[in-house]
């Protein structure tokens, strides 16, 4: 991950890298080959990425895509224990990560809540409202199929620099 893209996830995301939630995120294994934890640093960093290649700069567009792409997974935590099956899991994990977003943060931006709500288009068929739901679709699909190829989505140095204390 570049320097700028750090920059901007550091930005935007602190509030998120920083608490006790998503730190517990890295102790569930995601994709066979990961973690949710690094995939949800994968797929922000892709997301901003993508955004980049747009000329999606503005701090609104980067702020609600960073936030979305750091909580859009945090739901599945426990999978195992709170969903019977997979059918289960693909229905209500984007809810459950809505509700940590709002949690952790403790705000309710609708752009970021549809975001999240939406990034399992097409497999659950809620469409994406904002520019910023296409985006985060698009990156978290990029990311799971490299997962899936046993293509770690972050660097031993990356996550130093992101998880930094407070
Ligand atoms: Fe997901
Ligand atoms: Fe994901």
């Known amino acids: 991950m570049d320097y700028l893209t750090r920059h901007t996830i550091l930005k935007y995301g602190r509030s998120v890298l920083c608490s006790e939630e998503f ?4 102790s569930q294994v995601h994709h066979y080959s990961t973690t949710v934890g690094d ?4 797929v922000t960093a892709e997301a ?4 980049r290649a ?3 700069t503005d701090d609104d567009t980067l702020k609600t895509v960073v936030l979305a792409a750091l909580c859009h997974d945090i739901g599945i935590m426990g999978r195992r224990k709170k969903y019977r099956n997979d059918a289960e899991c693909l229905i209500r994990h984007p809810l459950d990560s809505v509700r940590a977003y709002i949690r952790i943060t403790g705000e309710a931006d609708e752009r970021v809540i549809d975001s999240i709500k939406c990034h399992m288009f097409p497999l659950k068929p809620a469409v994406p409202k904002y520019k910023a739901g296409w985006i985060l679709t698009v990156a978290d699909k990029i ?9 770690s989505p972050v660097t031993e140095e990356d996550r130093k620099e992101l998880l930094i204390p407070g």
């Open 143 to 151: 990311c799971s199929v490299n997962e899936k190829f046993g293509k």
């Open 54 to 56: 747009r000329g999606l």
């Open 48 to 51: 901003v990425k993508q955004c």
């Open 39 to 42: 995939h949800l640093l994968g």
């Open 23 to 26: 730190r517990s995120t890295f």
